[in-house]
């Protein structure tokens, strides 16, 4: 700390929430900086879990600052929804803080998501329907609605008429929809801003505040490295940028400002969605892991993909990232298997061998994952609190993993609960000791 940035360094849905959550504990702000309710965390406390999608994750700390940063697109709807939803569960969210150049995710982004899905057909990317692409588009096409606009009626009036102005075409479909009628529709967001208003502020300023001061600041991310735009598996992506680079955008600050940046990876792989996934399992053992590590969306509900944890994917994310610690959940997932099998190369459709994540997508498609194979371990792991604690067979995994990819591990998450946690080097804190080695050499 001061300036440690928390990112998926796999498909999404690695348990950022629950990291952010354990780290938030020593922070004074948490800022989130891109993606939108495309996100699901789920964090367990005191026994009571709480879905969010679009809360910053330290929002259940009470009078914790948390920050909607410029780069996340927000569904205004959701975000009441939720607000509503914690306030009604006696959680304290005066902390909320918007950011007003945040981008608004309008009904006719909805609409679009879904037609533009339902076009691709067998092709289709399998997005999450929240209308997240379309959004960022507008975004980039300079014809989103920001934060700011639904604070003047004049101002949101023209501008989303000017939006809907070139998608005439493409929502012929919807023309008799009431979702897009510009009065209602303008009235609708409105409400919002009224809502909204005394949370919405200039949060880059905010961010430079806290840190100038030295305060802790979190930097949370959304979705996972292999779905960033420009670094993961394209078109198989979501429309932002999930990698650490892009908390400096998406919350206003510059590159001197991140001090630390945690990689969270579970100990196996899932994926959401269509698109290569090289490790993939499509066997009982597939089923075994989605129903131990109950892999089904918080945002869709949909089953999610299973495989065993590529290496290689790991390593290019830890490049990528720069990350300075891994955090490694759910590796009780993997309790009571006897082998335990990571991807550490692949193989082309040719025959060529690739230590590395192939940058060509037709070589990624057809890469088939080689496997080192690792001794499981039996024992329920869902009690231990230290290293020392773990099995042998466990803390050799970890001692793999971190010697492939070159990134000490921080924490591992030994189970759902908040505190089913074991800090690596019995370290409590944002730096986490050395690269371990593996027990059993040590041992020797
Ligand atoms: P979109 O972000 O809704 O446009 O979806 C694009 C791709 O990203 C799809 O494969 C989604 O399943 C995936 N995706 C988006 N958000 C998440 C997430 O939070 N976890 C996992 N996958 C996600």
Redesign the pocket.
Known sequence: MPGIVIVGAQ???EGKGKVTDLLAETADAVIRFQ?GN???HTIIRDGEEFKLHLMPSGILYPGKTCVIGNGVVIDPRVLCDELDELRGRGVDVDGLRISANAHLIMPYHLLL?HAGEARLGRLQ??????G??PCYADKAARLGIRMQDVLDEKILKKKITAALEPKRLSLRPFAKDPELDLHSMTEEYLTYGHRLERYITDTARLAWDLLDEGRNVIFEG???TL?DIDHGTYP????SNPVAGAACIGAGVGPRDIDEVWGVSKAYVT?????PFPTELEDELGDRLRARGGEY?T?TGRARRTGWLDLVALRYAARINSLTALAITKLDVLSGLDRIRVCTRYRGAEGAEFDHFPYHQSVLHHAAAEYEEIEGFAEDIGDCRSEEELPTAARDYLARIAEFTGVPIGLVGVGPGREQVVWMGGRRDASPAETPQPASSARS
Request: hydrophobic share 30%; proline share 0%; glycine share 30%.
């Open positions: 498909w999404g849905d993606g495309n996100a699901g998501d990317i399998g997005t999450t329907r929240r997240i692409g959304a979705q996972g779905l198989f992506v979501t429309s994926r959401v969605g269509a698109g969306g945002t």
